[in-house]
């Protein structure tokens, strides 16, 4: 999602949560984003997954293909934008998982995929995204920049 106020861009960014990334900002951040279900396009796995890790509405009346990126882990992300809108006392609602903490403890905790979401001007969300998905900022950058929105 992003949005643009007063001709600047600002994209909304998720930060993942549980226990490895609680005080992690850096290079971190991301497009919400998963995995691909047996039989699902990845267009339908993008809105689906955006909407499991926020709780918000995808506005599908113009999404903009990004491409795909593939991150250091090897992991390919493909991604599509919308213009939309949430204030920051937005509660952000996300689907959870299961993790083993602390290691080895037999103790198994419940956490959110995303524990924290909003928007960010260009240059910072590129600095809060894992590296590989900056690229996607500056592909929505240029496109809206080509139809004179920025």
Same mark, same amino acid.
């Given at each position: 999602? !992003?949005?643009?106020? /007063? ?11 549980? %226990?490895?990334? #609680?005080?992690? /900002?850096?290079? *971190? ?6 995995? $691909? &279900? +047996?039989? &699902? ?7 689906? /997954?955006?909407?499991?890790? =926020? ?13 795909? $990126? ?22 952000? *609602? ?8 602390? +290691? ?6 419940? !956490?959110?995929?995303?524990? #924290? ?10 600095? #809060?995204?894992? %590296? ?13 920049? =080509?139809?004179?929105?920025?």
């Amino acid at each position: 999602m !992003y949005r643009v106020r /007063e001709r600047q861009l600002e994209v909304f960014l998720a930060h993942p949560g549980g %226990p490895y990334f #609680k005080n992690r /900002e850096w290079g *971190v951040w991301s497009v919400p984003k998963g995995s $691909v &279900e +047996p039989n &699902e396009e990845l267009l339908e796995t993008a809105i689906r /997954e955006f909407q499991e890790e =926020t709780g918000l509405t995808v506005h599908t009346n113009e999404l903009i293909p990004l491409g795909s $990126v593939m991150q250091r882990g090897g992991k390919t992300v493909h991604c599509w934008a919308f213009e939309g809108n949430v204030s920051a006392e937005t509660p952000i *609602v996300s689907n959870t998982f299961q993790v083993e903490w602390p +290691p080895n403890s037999g103790q198994i905790q419940v !956490y959110p995929e995303t524990d #924290k979401a909003r928007f960010f001007h260009c240059e910072m969300a590129k600095k #809060k995204l894992n %590296p590989a998905q900056a690229h996607f900022v500056e592909r929505l950058h240029a496109h809206l920049r =080509t139809r004179n929105r920025i």
